[in-house]
């Protein structure tokens, strides 16, 4: 599905400005420079929401003049990946936004591009993982969800992103953990956070998995029953405890980051890396990370690119281990 959004250059004058604070180079030095921002899945998930908080944030601080947002969804960003990688080529003023999401997915589906091709820019968010179910269920604990996977994990599917994924990892974990074999598991997988809802709130599944914030409302207004959250430790705000505290010996902290295309300058990149700086600085993004219970985990440049590295083989041998790879 694509779906575009295009917004007014009416404050032309002040993201000028912004950008040229930031010496940005000829692919930017336009009278009303503007970025475009693609997101490889379908609207309504943790990257959409992402995309559109940059975009928001971006122009609340006069960094740009305006933006357009490109959704191309499925199978954890690995169908949108050739398009950025192959028709986004050179585009200096682009993003896509991804994150530990698509490295599992690209891993598990053996797809035939991967995150090596891209140029990353910024690690920006973290978040933790939620467990929860429809306010219907008999499940009231995690421990009442383990005692069902238990007996029979066929008849306990589970919601989630794409295959592969960060929420498919997690569930992996779960039942691992409690001597569930993984390929045993009812796992179903969606493009996008929006359908996973869905599917939850028409009780097609028994439970989902997916970060805190795509599930927030809904707990909040009584739709959905939040079991656990993969945290560290009990987390401000969040009614619920972790799945350790549950008994379930699992911690998971899933990432989300942006990306310029292949072939940009060295000079583009750098600049691509001070906007979201200097964004991800703001005290606009605070106010809307703290709002969405994202965590803060800014990253740039070669750093970034060395964190990916290292993630993506840790992600490997998770999946190897959990038969998905």
Known sequence: MLNRRKFLTSTAAAGAAGFAALHFTPAFAQDAPQIQIFVPAAPGGGWDQTARTIDQVLRSEKLISGSQITNVGGAGGTVGLPQFVNQWNGKGNSLMVAGMVMVGAIIANKSANNLTEVTPIARLTGEFEALVVPAASPFKTAADFVAALKADPTKVPVAGGSAGGSDHILFGLIAKTVGVPATNLS??????????????????????????????????????????????????????????EAGID???????????????????????????????????????????????????????????TEDTAR???????????
């Open 187 to 244: 796992y179903v997988p969606f493009a996008g956070g929006g359908e996973a809802l869905s599917a939850l709130l028409g009780n097609q599944v028994a439970a989902g998995i997916s970060g805190y914030g795509e599930f927030a409302e809904q707990v909040k207004a009584g739709a959905l029953r939040l079991l656990a959250v993969s945290a560290d430790k009990r987390q401000e705000g969040i009614d619920a405890p972790t799945l350790k």
């Open 315 to 325: 992600i490997t041998a998770i999946l190897k281990d959990l038969g998905l790879a």
């Open 250 to 308: 699992v911690e998971l902290f899933n990432w989300r980051g942006v990306f310029a295309p292949p072939g940009v300058s060295d000079a583009d990149k750098a600049a691509m890396v001070k906007l979201v700086e200097t964004m991800a600085k703001s005290e606009a993004w605070a106010t809307e990370c703290k709002n969405r219970n994202w965590t803060q985990i800014l990253l740039t440049g070669d750093d970034y690119a060395k964190f990916l």
